[in-house]
């Protein structure tokens, strides 16, 4: 039989689990089977976690991704044939950018859903507040002549995927208590 609780195989005859100590009396073998291995379980009661089940995984993607769009054009401008681009790290933004997604690397790898949604939520604010700022430092003739690059949309992309993640990390640690 399995635990309903834990998935852990216990012997049939006991009414408490050896693994985790909750009553499992009223537990029907095949029943507890199905249970765990729709939780997640594998046979042996070893609990397997799919991509869909590990925020974190998403959320330490997202950081590096954000790390990785601070060194990526953000914005370029071709004048008379010659091409300017601009990454976030040429300022200190790109300084500052780092510095979250490194905290929200370390907070993802320690599953602290809280703080890994807050420096996506600042990922996000950044990315606007960089945004806004090359909308109103350029003139309109220049405006046309702006092109956003690689790293701005990788920005954005990432930034919400942290923000996901934590909220879905939220969620799955609610779900389960």
Request: charged share 15%; with cysteine; glycine share 10%.
């Amino acid at each position: 039989m399995y635990c309903r609780y834990c998935g852990a195989q216990i012997p049939d005859d006991v009414k408490f689990c050896t693994n985790c100590g909750k009553s499992v009396l009223g537990a029907e073998p095949d029943l507890g089977r199905q249970q765990n291995e729709s939780a997640g379980y594998a046979n042996d009661g070893t609990y397997v976690r799919s991509l869909l089940v590990r925020p974190n995984l998403i959320g330490i993607i997202a950081s590096v991704l954000i790390g990785i769009s601070v060194f990526m054009p953000f914005a370029s401008a071709s004048i008379f044939g010659t091409t300017i681009s601009t990454a976030l790290i040429d300022g200190v933004d790109g300084v500052i950018i780092l510095i979250i997604a490194a905290a929200a690397l370390l907070f993802s790898i320690f599953g602290l859903n809280i703080p890994v949604t807050v420096m996506g939520v600042i990922s996000a604010v950044c990315f606007f507040i960089d945004s806004s700022a090359l909308d109103k430092d350029a003139d309109h003739l220049l405006q046309s002549m702006i092109q956003k690059g690689s790293g701005y949309y990788l920005m954005i992309f990432a930034a919400l995927a942290l923000t996901i993640a934590g909220i879905i990390g939220l969620l799955s640690k609610k779900k389960n208590k």
